[in-house]
């Protein structure tokens, strides 16, 4: 191009982006519900009305649409979602559904008949196609800046990294598949180059989420892609190993216990990632699991989680279980709160259990009555507090590494090693309120309750 061509394009554009920049710029609020995945989800919505020109409204009245993220897990899962919708509604009257909940279209129009659009989850096109029906973009690729790495509806200093959506598992008490169908993994190469803008716009934690995490690559036989001129294989254990090499924190969600999660245990002693794993083991009971579907074999776990505390002595473990399944007998329960015993998890999560809408566990015999599942997970949370608790205990005169999330009144609330986002306890340093969200720091452990530390910097 000419110089005097450049210099017409260049008017012509900024002619273009004055006329646009006189029309009011669209905003959109979000209400997101629901698990991290779902999280993921919205954001990557947001990022591409972001890049249309949308503008992300903190607030009802701001916005000329609201988007509900919805769950569909649970029961209680499904009233939270159709309240937020019906709140939306109420304040700001423009709604569009969009989420694991809207599989189920006709629930949701039959209580909020005004809603403009329902789609299911990962429908992102449609999801801003309805956006674009009520309040069209006012693109100018020339002011509608996205950052590189996204946006997220995180603090700025973690962000969760999707790996992989969809399960092949058929866990009788979960609708997920039939929700977000069989397993389907991203390439390895663009996960890390993900990883790697996040890293560095500044994110200091990478939470590894999916449905199913240690079966990353299954779906494509584990192909590898092109990283950095080098091939990477779609696999836990390989992509875990570049994760590593960002400096950032790696955490791992939702990993199930098959044989080579033990690969993992050398890269946690290497400090390349994160001493911390989150293993939903549900239950306990060889009949109960076999009830849940779950291939788990209790006493083998028993060895294992003792050979990994071997080879990494300060590893966490975090899970969730299931109290009241159909056919959980005194006997099962029993045998749950002795393995408990026996494992001695760090964190620990536990439902009673729903019979979610769908579900084949929903048609097994032997309901467990809504008073004995109660007087179940008084007992288990009991147990497993007393544990926890002990297990802080052991913590106190330690120095540990934190992550401030964030500063109040009662000094930095920081996150170490062992405690994931919203779900574990925190790090309460009464000293350290002139460090930043995102700063790193040695912590000495001087107190700890049931479920958080507190301490000084050390
Ligand atoms: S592993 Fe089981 S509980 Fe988890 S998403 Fe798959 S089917 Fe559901």
């Known amino acids: 191009m000419t110089k005097a061509q ?24 979000i209400v997101s519900l629901g698990c991290p995945k779902a999280l993921v989800d919205s954001e ?6 972001r890049a249309e020109g949308y ?47 809207g599989v189920e279209e006709s629930r ?32 100018d690729p020339f002011v509608d800046l996205v950052p590189p790495q996204g946006i997220k509806l995180t603090p700025r200093h973690y962000a969760y990294l999707k790996i992989s959506e969809g399960c092949n598992h058929r866990c009788s008490f979960c609708i997920i598949p039939s929700m977000r169908g069989d397993l389907v993994s991203r390439p390895a190469a663009e996960i890390l ?5 996040l890293v560095v716009a500044g994110v200091k934690e990478l939470l590894v989420i999916s449905q199913d995490t240690s079966a990353y690559g299954v779906d494509i036989r584990y ?36 044989p080579h999660v033990d690969e993992l245990m050398p890269l946690m002693a290497e400090k390349k990632i994160l001493p911390y794993l989150d293993i939903p083991f549900q239950h306990a009971s060889p009949s109960v699991l076999k009830a849940m579907k779950r291939p788990a074999n209790d006493q083998k776990v ?19 279980f299931i109290v009241g399944f159909p056919g959980e007998t005194e006997q099962d329960f029993d045998y749950l709160l002795q393995w408990l015993e026996e494992a001695q998890l760090d964190r620990v999560g536990c439902f009673k259990y729903e019979p979610v809408e769908g579900a084949s566990a929903n048609a097994l015999p032997g309901a467990v009555p809504e008073e004995l599942k109660e007087e179940r997970w008084h007992r ?32 930095a609330i920081c996150r170490s090693h062992a405690d994931a986002p919203e779900i574990d306890g925190t790090v309460i340093v009464a000293n350290a309120r002139t460090l930043k969200p995102g700063a790193l720091a040695k912590v000495k452990v001087e107190k700890a309750d049931a479920y958080d530390l507190y301490g000084k910097l050390a």
């Open 6 to 29: 450049t210099q017409a394009v260049a008017k012509a554009r900024s002619a273009v982006a004055a006329k646009e920049a006189k029309k009011p710029v669209p905003r959109v609020g």
């Open 44 to 49: 990557r919505i947001l990022t591409k009305l």
């Open 55 to 101: 503008e992300i409204s903190g607030s009802y009245e701001g916005a000329d649409v609201v988007l509900v993220n919805t769950c569909g897990f649970l029961d209680s899962a499904k009233k939270e979602s159709l309240d937020a919708i019906g709140e939306a509604l109420r304040e700001n009257g423009k709604v569009i559904v969009t989420g694991c909940m």
């Open 108 to 139: 949701i129009r039959e209580i909020h008949p005004g809603v403009l659009s329902v789609t299911g989850p990962q429908q992102y096109e449609a999801v801003v196609d309805a956006v674009h029906q009520v309040v069209p973009p006012r693109h």
């Open 193 to 197: 180059y993900e990883a790697e803008r």
């Open 223 to 258: 192909a590898e892609s092109l990283f950095a001129r080098k091939k990477i294989k779609a696999r836990m254990t390989e992509l875990c190993a570049e994760l590593g090499n960002f400096g950032a924190w790696v955490r791992l969600h939702y990993v199930y216990p098959y």
């Open 302 to 320: 028993l060895d294992r989680i003792q050979r990994w505390r071997k080879e990494v002595p300060e590893l966490t473990l975090r899970s969730t």
């Open 380 to 411: 288990f949370m009991q147990a497993q507090q007393a544990i926890s608790a002990k297990r802080l205990q052991a913590k106190v005169g330690r120095t540990i590494e934190v992550l401030v999330d964030e500063i109040t009144a009662k000094g």
